[in-house]
């Protein structure tokens, strides 16, 4: 590690076990010798060009523990994606404060952010540290086997279809099917996790479609109609990216962001829950329910799971062990050794090959109806997300007239 001060940032959207990734790397930094400050960006990269930076060294012990079991951004957030002119005056901010070492915690953005900064730099003759710490509720980073921040979030997803399953199976004299809607723009790992939820064959979910898969009208309608017949109600799971044939996505946007990503939600078409709402009323004059919770799973720290929060801690401080022993470049990376029972290590990836490539769930995690999970996701999954709470089910028979 390079002597002088380091800073330390957050991007993109939140996660519930982000800001134990902070107090990872703050707690760390605080044990190098050559680190002589540690500094955050309020507003990430965004806020730095602005000069919006505060000391975290300063703060006191227990706040940085409370980090730990804190929603949101700490440090507060940003979406700006860089532009040539940004270069010169981020160079000239890292001279201003003396920092030899950045950190940022994020997604594939994020760490393109790193290794763009960190190469400006050293084209100027300015040496610059920069190490990624992985963080998306989607789960879609390339080169590790997780992300901190998707268990929790994949238990968020899990329990609400389970509990949601529930109203639907009991209100079916009502609403003959309930749609939920989980974020995830090209990845289905967290629509995947509501699979989670099933205990027998008549649980919800009945259905669930992923980015992953072309999704074809006439075969949703077809598996709507077997599910409702065999189980008196159905359950779907959509994730909000999936498309058609064609690349047309099902919430008809047309809209895109400054990373030319599809837009979806309100601002950018109607909801995929939406539609297949529509779909199925109109070809069977059901009434039924969606749900869309948009990012409600990023910030909720009372369905967090343990493990993800500790992971998230050790990421942190992970990243300043690599910050320490080499030139940095890379993001950390989480690295299963078993599933059962669950152990897990750190390791790395280069920042370009975190930025370049997507992580999509494989094919073997996928039936091949395309309309459900396989039993590999459920193994892949259950150890990071833990166990759900089994509810009472009917099994007593009905009373004899008398």
């Not at 190490?131 to 899990?158: E, F, I």
């Not at 979910?205 to 075969?219: A, C, G, N």
């Not at 152990?343 to 039936?367: H, Q, S, W, Y």
Request: with cysteine; proline share 5%.
């Amino acid at each position: 590690m390079l002597k002088g001060r380091a800073i330390v940032g957050q991007s993109g959207g939140p996660t519930s076990v982000i800001n134990s990734s902070l107090a990872g790397v703050v707690d760390a930094c605080r044990d190098v010798d050559d680190v002589t400050g540690v500094l955050g960006m309020r507003w990430a990269i965004e806020g730095f060009m602005a000069g919006e930076v505060i000391d975290l060294g300063r703060e006191g012990k227990p706040t940085i523990k409370a980090l730990r079991r804190t929603p949101g951004s700490a440090l507060g957030s940003s979406r700006h994606k860089l532009t040539d002119a940004d270069m010169p005056v981020i160079l000239d901010r890292l001279r201003e404060y003396g920092i030899r070492t950045l950190f940022m915690i994020g997604g594939n953005d994020t760490m393109d952010t790193i290794r763009r900064v960190v190469e400006y730099a050293g084209a100027q003759g300015y040496e610059l540290c920069g190490v990624g710490v992985p963080k998306t509720v989607d789960n879609d980073l390339y080169g590790t086997d997780h992300t901190p921040g998707y268990p929790s979030a994949a238990r968020y997803v899990a329990l609400s279809v389970q509990q949601a399953g529930a109203l639907a199976r009991d209100m079916q004299k009502v609403d003959q099917f309930v749609i939920y809607q989980s974020i995830g723009r090209d990845a289905g790992w967290l629509a995947a996790a509501a699979a989670l939820a099933k205990r027998d064959p008549d649980d919800a979910p009945h259905l669930i479609y992923l980015p992953e898969r072309v999704f074809d009208r006439e075969r949703f309608l077809a598996d709507v109609e077997r599910a409702h017949k065999d189980f008196g109600y159905v359950s779907i799971v959509c994730g909000e990216g999936i498309k058609y044939a064609d690349g047309t996505p099902v919430s008809a946007s047309r809209t895109r962001d400054k990373f030319a990503n599809v837009e979806y939600g309100a601002m950018g078409g109607t909801s995929v829950a939406l539609q297949l709402h529509r779909m199925i009323s109109e070809a069977f004059g059901w009434r039924g329910e969606f749900q869309i919770t948009e990012s409600l799973c990023m910030p909720a720290i009372d369905r967090a799971v343990k493990l993800d929060l500790d992971e998230a801690y050790e990421c942190g401080r992970a990243a300043v062990r690599l910050a320490a022993e080499g030139p940095g470049g890379a993001m950390v990376t989480l690295e299963r050794q078993s599933s059962d029972p669950y152990r897990c290590t750190t390791g790395t990836a280069p920042l370009a090959e975190v930025a370049e490539r997507a992580k999509p769930m494989p094919d073997e995690f996928i039936n091949a109806a395309g309309n459900f999970t396989t039993e590999k996701f459920i193994e892949y999954a259950r150890p990071l997300v833990g166990e759900l709470p089994a509810f009472a089910r009917r099994k007593c028979a009905r009373p004899r007239r008398t």
